[in-house]
Nanobody, 124 residues
């Protein structure tokens, strides 16, 4: 059974950095399109970054500030977030595609399997 577990969220001041992780089980992260999404209160969920074998893709709002990566040995996906802004405050979700139903599209990939999320709060 495919499973995603996020960790590493927290509170940071504007301009700071945070690195969140997504441990995967039941799948090999290097074989799948893996992504990060976020949802702020009162807003729709939006794609932040995604990673395939051919490389990364970023939402315009995080280009140059966020870096998505993976550690194949640990089967873990990461999101390094630098120069954080208050508008980056949201619940961050790791995601991939498991062909189990309705999916969301981002960066040319589909996503229908989600982790439980990790909260990132950026104060001004």
């Amino acid at each position: 059974q495919m499973h995603l577990v996020e960790s590493g969220g927290g509170s940071v001041q504007a301009g700071g950095s945070l690195k969140i992780s997504c441990a995967a089980s039941g799948l090999t992260v290097s074989d799948y399109c893996m992504g990060w999404f976020r949802q702020a209160p009162g807003k729709e969920r939006e794609g932040v970054a995604r990673l395939t074998r051919t490389g990364p893709y970023y939402h315009d709002s995080v280009k140059g500030r966020f870096t998505i990566s993976r550690d194949n040995a640990k089967n873990t996906l990461y999101l390094q977030m630098d120069t954080l802004k208050p508008e980056d405050t949201a619940m961050y979700y790791c995601a991939t595609y498991s062909n189990r139903g309705e999916s969301t599209r981002f960066g040319g990939c589909r996503f229908d399997l989600w982790g439980q999320g990790t909260q990132v709060t950026v104060s001004s």
